[in-house]
């Protein structure tokens, strides 16, 4: 990632934490996913889900 592309995406991150996606940039990231491991990266991106599609779980 250039510094120009990290400028864009840190300008377009004011109200949110650093770490967390627009339902924009969810969106596009699993368009660029194999369809067939679409359904566990999206959960992977939202937080439900591991990379495996074994659902999150909370030991809490």
């Known amino acids: ?3 120009h592309d990290i ?3 840190s300008g377009a991150r004011d109200d949110r934490a650093p770490d967390e996606l627009t ?3 969810i969106q596009e ?3 660029r ?4 491991q679409r359904w566990a990266f999206e959960g992977w991106l939202r937080g439900v889900r591991q990379l495996d599609g074994d659902p999150i779980v909370s030991l809490g």
């Open 7 to 9: 400028e864009a995406v």
């Open 33 to 36: 996913c194999p369809e067939q």
């Open 29 to 31: 990231l699993v368009a």
């Open 23 to 25: 339902e924009r940039e």
């Open 1 to 3: 990632m250039s510094n």
